[in-house]
């Protein structure tokens, strides 16, 4: 039989899902001391070359209690493109072909060449979307303008006050979507939209392509008048309502990107984070500690409901921030945790945007958008199974059925969730319980089962359905606590752990959730660990659960769980990405990768540690969000002396070299595009590398180390060897 | 003023049956039914006084007054008659030996002459030529009557005068001046003034003593024309009476050429109080005969004789000196009158009145019958004999109508029997004063007498009148019904008929046979004319009008003058109601004539006067004073050597700055006077400071921005489509100061309908941007940079959108429009580019919509009439009063055109506009075919017309006075600054003044309005505006020198704004009532007593009936059935911000006969009444606002062959809405005379023709305002006597 690595291997190669047991503990009392939950990571849309599609789309009834799929018993009305379900008589509008629909809500407060890129960016966008995809075009400023693109005399746009909260339905009036009479015919399915009416704001691709370049072209910079020591009014708040009011009157239910593109904070009208007086900073996590943030709840309360909102109606919001300062993120993280993704940048003029962007596009093995819509998942356990919650970019459908446990771990209290946009990357972590009690034994070679059954609306338009069922052996703890142990994957229940920690610091204050985090660490330890109890020194940990301690070491230094240094922008953004990406990206996040390159050998792996800092390497660090060269100082000083540029010192250019490959190689996968920095020693952006590695050698013991190993770090965090030894304290007291 | 002898009362109506009742109860009555009866009774008018005219009408004599009312001619006679006596009573009674009096006309006369010297003769002749205008100041007139009469005693000054009217005038004075050499001195100060107190003194001598003078006057006034006429025949006071009417005819016909001749008038009044002395009775029967003459004399006077006549005067001249000594020695004046006037009555009446005689005896003018037969009778056979000098002959009533007709009248045709009527009506007052004179000599006496006496007139008059009272109660049985009256115009018709025989009975039975008689009716001619005063005032204005002396009044609006600033603002900036102010605040209430000024702070001047200096008084803005901070102007008096001035208006010293300091002359006057337009002129401009601007910031250039309605019905109508190609071509006219550069304005558009469309058409775009606004809940602008923008600039851009507009918008189907946002959106506009400006709303339909401002239907015509009604005139929401106020703020003035198909609620719309100084136009039914034309040259005319923004006016006024009351197109937000978002050229402003303290004669009462404002291009300026009116202590002063148009546009602004509060009856009732008290203040404090069967109007006022009648019976305050509760708010507003010259022609239009054209001037326009229409003719009917073409069935082929080029009446097409292009003479000059209406009015007025006994004739009868019309309104002899009523009853 294969290992268990091979075993999680195949797993998640076939089916994209990872659990923290691969053998489950047969009653809840056992499970409960396994101290780590069952749970997996599960990737619905796994890419699967060999997987077959079914050729046709599944039209289900639309009444929430019948879902019946369409047959040829229906009778079907195809000129008012409407079929009557058999079962219910619910009459159902004939699903359209619904088109994929790419709205962009453009920031036009932005610093002229800003402005400019992004302008040519989303240009250059309009060629990579499908021929028959919708666009439309939202711009704001101190105003909101929703284009109309089917207008062929000349440029015609609704215009909102920015400062003004509108309902769906105001919204709707406003852009004429809404036909008066319409509402006066109960029992018609909601409008059929005009699609004439709708498509003045949505207009196929090929259809406006030069109308809109035009457009672009002749966007101009928000033209109100900023005064001196002002921000300039931004209506972010707005322009994300009426984005989302548009889009719930034309396309319900239908795939449908809201691109976000922003260049600063939202300044006025509902939504606004910070006032426009520039001598109020925007608040950091100082204010919010103390509860200085004016706007804070304010604006995330009104982003939640719009994002919830857009979310009922599968669309989903992207956000792209490009700015030096912060723009709000931490407010508006709802709409993009629930239903897409953010983009946080410097500026719109830089290949971390504009490759990132371009990457939104990108298609895969065959020439499909890597991007689906609407999914709803729903898991479905055997007996002995319920589900407690999930975490991810998902939304409770509030589906209660019979396998829906109590206990709420992340979003619970349903067996659906709908996960507005999903990517072949996007993963959820998905938390269940054992319910069986532990006098009602499970029979030997019992298995207990998971099926996921994801419904999405793939980017070709079709809806399609993928169905992933997994069985686990039942196993008893008491007799089988060896098995059980080495089934423990290590990394998916770092992971998993991880995203419950991301998910409680959402709501709760840090330091308690790294009190949790290491008292769940500490308990694991001591279900595990063998040792004699008071004696730290004879602590072991079984292979199966070695790294797990270094992950927590690094999980409790990240920027997901530590906020110092980082804005509660970068914060949000962080633990968005974390949530979201698959396991293999978010052990990186957790615990950066650190290759070497040196004339002594071939480029290699090296500890995340500040002995590894030495002057004769080039070190590259990839944390997900960054990517770090950094050369060493001899290597620095060879650099600057220019010897690469000499013939005779050809190898010394290929080391060069060689680091930028393999970053490029990086950076051709990884979205989003990961800040890249290309630093020496004693350069300021050094500090990325400094920050990350475990500080072994700090100001404190650097002469108890010797002179030639690493750089010291200039720091009080405590290193990871302390940590340990910590850990094996506390883990062999028997009163912890 | 008019006396109406009604020597029998004439059953005016048929309806009066209850004869006795009323008669007893308004004795007065009686008079009125005299002008009914008319037709009954002749109507013998006569004009004695200066002031008033005294129209007698005695019944007795059917025959005659048949002969009168068909010969015209005989008529006019007569007028020339009183004339002269009028005139020379006047003097008679200065002479009487009030020494007040005297030295009033002294100082009148004095002042012409010492007005001749320092200002010219001009001035004199300006003088002159009001009173004889028959100017509101009959005073002029009658002192030039006087003078002319006082020439003629002076004999060998007139002579010279004489021979040249104006020189007459100067004579005349200096004669009246001989007259009255006591008061000499006294007039010498006010040369003006003098004029009016002459009167006022009569009047101030106490109604008594007044009377008393007057009479005296009169007498020898009466004398004198008796003199003329029969001069010899009268010796001493008639004698001199008779040079004075003498005279005064020839000297009124050189003057004014008007009948008026407002001096007769005066004289009349004076006279009927004599006559009704007893013993003077016969005098005023004898003046009556004089009234004979005095007609022939005033025909003279009309007709271009005046020089003629005036020769003839001089030649009577002549005779007067031997008179005038008469006059010289005031004893002797009293001896005269007497004497004279028995002779004169005696020999008048003998000749042909006799009968009439008789009337009048029944009538209240037992003494008056003897008067008004003998005039006439006398007059005509005596004529010849008094004639002598040559006069006469013209009074003869044959002579007398062709000097008519080629006199004054000469241009008019039809003015022959109009004069005529008058020339009636003076030898009645001729007769008036005429028997005063007799009393007059007999101060006390006399009053007493004339009350005895009147009151036996009056009876018999009242009897008469009784007949006729009743008849008329029936008509008007309430006033207020009055307005409405539908009974009254159904008499009178019937009495047109049977007048005459009817006036036959009734005069002899007076008393009883009334009831016939109620369907007799008064002669049309005989009442005042419009007409007549215009082409008067006209004739008699030749030379500029110069501003300089204080408390003189302008020629009338409709007469095409000349003005010289030296002074005082010109009237064509500021026109009074009054250039006599009462000194207190008593005598202004007991006159009810209102002080008020039309103020139009923008006036467009004619090309050959100059506009407005700029003055530029450097960093420290201009000089004002310290504390009222009235701005420097030619009432400030310098002191000190100049260091220091004195405030005109509050007394205050200030310091003179040391920039602005200037050495005084030896006269006191800075030595810069001449070189200072502040110093010297009456109107200029200051370049304002910083310190003057909103927020102390320069202002920015004014914007325009165009909202246009693209709703169905907008679209449909063509609207769009015409409004995008013009505005094409209209942004190259945006107005500009420096007519070399471009216009510095901005311009920005919008559309809308339920929303908004914002267009950003900025230079750099390659097509324009639409941007919609949906929001209309919350208006905001979407855009800045790009909406407003230099029309050189963008213009490819402008016209992309322009050329776009109609295409977008073709098929539409939106219906439902919005009103509040629109404005609320140009407003923000305005606001975020921080400038003022102007919007253009072109919009179609109630604002249904969900919006700010949203309104519903609420017209309901059963409110109409009912207290209620009001409220249909105030606006349905508040929300507009609300948006008006920010509009305001912001210097945004908004203009809204209006192209209905039904009912859009105006009177809410409007509020806007109205408070923003904008301009309401309304095309209903609007068709691009018809109305195009007009729409576009409104349009036109609107954008391109001078404007300022963002303006604020203040009326400052000397201490005394307070400007109490603003009307107009404004908005205020405390009790003294007018604020005007925008002003534009044709707004005019009318504010009342009320006293808070005494005002002094000396000083005057001073007015300085200032109006701070943006220039089109973007320039603060502030236009200064003074006027200096006089003040006075008699009564009768204001009487004589007032403007009754003027008072017209106030009464009306003032009732049409009650109507917001009041039901439109008691409004009406109000009207009525407070013109009642205004005639018979001056009946009671100013006229000579004569009986209560006499209609007494000031010269200055005889067409307020008239005229406000034509007030009652508009549209807004009498709304027939088929108008529309829009079109009476629209007109409502309309009127608020009108002019005098527009008011006056919106209420009395113009009627010309086009049968002849010449070239260079106008056909003497007709009276607006049917009876003036020929069948056979084509007349143009002007309102100001419509155009009407009306051909007469029968009109000549030719005429119509060169108008129309057919000749065939039925194939005329009426839908044409301009004249076919002919090559004849007579087309180009129809065409032009309709372009250059066009061209003098605000708005552009499209054409209609009408076909005599079309459809279409209706509403064009609705326009003949001496008419009684299909809505209930009264016929102007029907109001004439109504109005006759209420003063009585007032008086009694």
Known sequence: ?736 | MWTWHTAAALPLNVRFSPQEGIREKHTGTTSIFPLAPLSLSRFTVRHEHRDALLFTILRRFRDELKMNVNQHTPMASPYGQPQPGYGQPAFAPLDTGYPPPYAPYNGPVSAYQTGEPPQGYSSFTTFPSKAAPANPISELSSPLDLGHGRAPPTSGPPPVSAPQAYNQYGGRHQSDMQNGPPPMTQAPPRPVVSQSYNQERVNLSGPPSSYPQHYGSPPAMSHVTSQMSGMQINSGLPNTAGPGYAPPHSSKPPVSNSFSAAPPATYTQALPPALSAPTQAPPTASQQYYGGPPPASQPPFNSSLPPTSQQPFTSPAPLPPSNQPSFAPPPSYSGPPPAQAPSPSMSQPQQSFPPTQSAFSSAPQGSFPPRAPPPTSSQYPPPPTSTPSGQYPGPLPPQQQPPFSSGPFPSRPQMPPTSMSQSNHLPPESQGPLGPPGPLQQMPPPQHAMPGGYPPQQNGAFGQVRGPQPGFTAPYPAQPNYGALGPAPGPAPSTQKRLDPDAIPSPQASDMPTVQKSRHRIDPDAIPSPIQVIEDDKAKSTEPFSTGVRGQAPPLVTTDFHVKDQGNASPRFIRCTAYNIPCTADMAKQSQVPLAAVIKPLATLPADETPPYLVDHGEGGPIRCNRCKAYMCPYMQFIEGGRRFQCGFCSCVTEVPPHYFQHLDHTGKRVDFYDRPELSLGSYEFLATVDYCKNNKIPQPPAFIFLIDVSYNAVKSGMVGIVCQELKALLDRLPRENPDLDSTVRVGFVTYNKVLHFYNVKSSLAQPQMLVVSDVSEMFVPLLDGFLVNVGESRQVIESLLDHIPEMFANTRETETVFGPVIQAGLEALKAADCAGKLFVFHTSLPIAEAPGKLKNREDKKLIGTDKEKSLFQPQVSFYNTLAKECVAQGCCVDLFLFPNQYVDVATLAVVPVSTGGSVYKYTYFQAQSDQERFLNDLRRDVQKPIGFDAVMRVRTSTGIRATDFFGSFFMSNTTDVELAGLDCDKAVTVEFKHDDKLSEETGALVQCAVLYTSCGGQRRLRVHNMAVNCCSQLSDLYRNCETDTIINFLSKYAFRGILNNPTKAVRDTLVNQCAQILACYRKNCASPSSAGQLILPECMKLLPVYLNCVLKSDVLLPAADVSLDDRAYLRQLISGMDVSETHVFFYPRLLPLMKLESGSLPVAVRASEERLSKGGVYLLETGLHLFLWVGANAQQELLLNIFGTSSFGQIDTTMTSLPVLDNPFSQRLRDMIDSFRAQRSRYMKLMLVKQEDRSELIFRHFLMEDKNVSGGASYVDFLCHMHKEIRQLLS
């Not at chain 1, 920031?107 to 992004?118: I, P, S």
């Not at chain 1, 991880?498 to 985090?517: I, N, Q, T, Y």
């Not at chain 1, 962080?574 to 978010?586: A, I």
């Not at chain 1, 220019?642 to 290929?654: D, H, R, S, V």
């Open chain 1, 1 to 736: 039989m294969a290992t268990y690595q091979e075993f999680i291997q195949q797993n998640e190669d076939r089916d994209g899902v990872r659990f923290s047991w691969n053998l489950w503990p047969s009653s809840r009392l056992e499970a409960t001391r396994l101290v780590v939950p069952v749970s997996c990571l599960f990737t619905p849309l796994k890419e699967r070359p060999d997987l077959p599609p079914v050729q046709y789309e599944p039209v289900m009834c639309s009444r929430a209690n019948c879902k019946a799929v369409l047959n040829p018993l229906c009778q079907v009305d195809f000129r008012a493109k409407i079929w009557a379900c058999n079962f219910c008589f619910q009459r159902n509008p004939r699903g359209p072909s619904a088109p994929l629909i790419f709205l962009y809500v453009v920031d036009t407060c932005l610093e002229e060449e800003d402005l400019q890129a992004l302008k040519e960016s989303l240009q250059m966008s309009l060629s990579l979307l499908p021929p028959n995809a919708l666009v439309g075009l939202i711009t704001f400023g101190r105003m909101v303008q929703v284009h109309e693109l089917s207008c062929e005399l000349i440029s015609k746009s609704y215009v909102f006050r920015g400062t003004k909260d509108l309902t769906s339905k105001q919204i709707q009036e406003m852009l004429g979507l809404t036909k008066p009479s319409v509402a006066g015919q109960p029992g018609r399915p909601p409008a059929p939209q005009d699609a004439a009416a709708s498509c003045r704001f949505l207009q196929p691709v090929h259809k406006v392509d030069m109308n809109l370049t035009d457009l672009l072209g002749e966007l101009q910079r928000d033209p109100w008048p900023v005064p001196q020591g002002k921000r300039p009014l931004r209506s972010t708040g707005v322009a994300l309502s009426v984005a989302v009011g548009l889009l719930e009157g034309t396309f319900p239910n239908t795939g449908a990107r809201v691109m976000l593109f922003i260049g600063g904070p939202p300044t006025q009208g509902p939504g606004m984070v910070v006032g426009d007086e520039l001598k109020t900073p925007i608040r950091s996590w100082h204010d919010i500690q103390k509860d200085n943030a004016r706007h804070l709840k304010k604006a995330t309360k009104y982003y939640e409901a719009l994002a919830n909102r857009s979310a009922v109606n599968g669309h989903s919001i992207d956000i792209y921030a490009c700015a030096l300062d912060q723009t709000g993120l931490l407010e508006m993280k709802c709409l993009s945790n629930l239903t897409g993704y953010v983009i946080m940048g410097d500026s719109f003029n830089t290949s971390l945007f504009k490759q990132t962007f371009q990457r939104v596009f990108n298609k895969d093995y065959n020439g499909d958008f890597r991007m689906a819509f609407g999914g709803i998942m729903e898991v479905k356990t055997s007996r002995e199974l319920k589900v407690c919650g999930a975490i991810g970019p998902c939304v409770s459908l509030n589906s209660k059925g019979s396998c829906v446990s109590e206990n709420e771990m992340g979003v619970g209290g349903t067996s659906q969730w709908k996960v507005c946009s999903l990517s072949p990357s996007t993963t959820l972590g998905i938390y269940f319980e054992v319910v069986n009690q532990h006098n009602a034994p499970i029979p030997q070679g019992g298995r207990g089962a998971v099926q996921f059954v994801t419904q999405y609306q793939h980017s070709n338009t079709q809806r399609r359905i993928r169905v992933t069922t997994i069985a686990r052996n039942w196993a008893d703890a008491q007799s089988q606590i060896q098995h059980i142990e080495s089934s423990f994957d290590q990394e998916a229940a770092a992971v998993l752990m991880a995203r419950l920690g991301v998910f409680r610091a959402e709501s709760e204050e840090g330091p308690d959730v790294l009190r949790w985090l290491d008292r769940q660490l500490i308990r694991l330890c001591q279900k595990f660990g063998q040792f004699n109890k008071d004696d730290p020194t004879s602590f072991k940990l079984s292979e199966s659960l070695s790294l797990y301690p270094q992950f927590m070491f690094h999980l409790r230094r990240s920027p997901f769980l530590q906020v110092f240094n980082n804005s509660p922008d970068e914060s949000s953004y962080y633990r968005h990405h974390f949530v979201r990406q698959d396991l293999t990206q978010s052990l990186i996040m957790i615990q950066p990768i650190l290759y070497s390159y040196s004339f002594h050998g071939p480029p290699e792996p090296v500890l995340l540690d500040s002995s590894s800092i030495l002057p004769d390497r080039i070190l590259l660090m990839d944390t997900f969000f960054q990517l770090v060269i950094y050369h060493g100082e001899t290597i620095a000083q060879w650099r600057k002396a220019g010897y690469q540029e000499m013939a005779e010192y050809e190898n010394f250019k290929q080391l060069l070299q060689a680091p930028l490959d393999d970053a490029q190689e990086i950076l051709q996968t990884r979205f989003p595009m990961p800040r890249y920095v290309d630093t020496e020693h004693g350069g300021s952006q050094a500090r990325f590398l400094l920050s990350k590695v475990n500080p072994s050698q700090t100001h404190n013991n650097l002469y108890a180390w010797g002179q030639e190993t690493g750089a010291p770090i200039l720091t009080d965090d405590v290193s990871l060897q302390v940590f340990m030894d910590h850990l094996k304290k506390l883990a062999v007291t028997s009163s912890a």
